[in-house]
Structure formats: C-alpha cells, structure tokens
C-alpha cells in the first residue's frame, strides 16, 4: 500500500516536496512513479525512478522544475517541485511499476491515496 501526502496550496512560483511511503516489504523491487489527475482531465504520467534510484524520466511539461528521488531504507519515494505553475494544480498520486522505464498510465499499479496540490495564480 502506498501513501502520499506532502500536496498543499501553494502561489505559482512557489515549491512542494511530496513524499510516498510503503508498507510493503518489496518497496526496493519495483520501479516508481507519481502521476497526476488534473480537474476533470485524465490521469497522466509525471516522473518516474527506477528500483535502485540510478535512473529517472519525467514528462516533458515537468522536465528541469521537478525531481523524482527514492530512499529505499526508509520505503519512501518523493517528489520536489519547484517552480509552480498553476497548471500543476491536481491530485498526485504514486504508483509501482514493473515496466522499466514506464510513462504510460496503464502500466502502473499499486496506487496509492493520492494527496492535492493546489498552485494560484
């Protein structure tokens, strides 16, 4: 089971840190992700990070402004925003993966309660 939190309001420019945990005993076998849900849009993908940590891939629209991370003694995977823009503004959730390299949705399970970010204008 994964469990997001960290989400908040937040003015455009402005930076969030979420964080994802993991009270699976096989956190560090799984690559990861953490996707989006926009208001009334689909869910999309936003970065994701291989098992070991040596690999990351973001979506094109977050590319240089966030940064995926993961601490496998502590089943936690985070998410660094800087750089806000309103249009970041959805429900994050995060995900497991058995897909190297995965960006589309389908390949993702093991959702996790996701946790809402909010940015104003």
């Known amino acids: 089971q994964l469990q997001a939190s960290g989400g908040g309001l937040v003015q455009a420019g402005g930076s969030l840190r979420l964080s994802c945990t993991s009270s699976g005993r096989t956190f560090s076998s799984y690559a990861l992700g953490w996707l989006r849900q926009p208001p009334g849009k689909e869910r999309e993908f936003v970065a994701g990070i291989a098992w070991g940590g040596d690999s990351t891939y973001y979506a094109d629209s977050v590319k240089g402004r966030f940064t995926i991370s993961r601490d496998n003694a502590k089943n936690t995977v985070y998410l660094q925003m800087n750089s806000l823009k309103p249009e970041d503004t959805a429900v994050y959730y995060c995900?497991?993966?058995?897909?190297?390299?995965?960006?589309?949705?389908?390949?993702?399970?093991?959702w996790g309660q996701g946790t809402q970010v909010t940015v104003s204008s």
């Open positions: 995900a497991a993966t058995v897909v190297v390299g995965a960006k589309t949705v389908k390949d993702f399970g093991a």
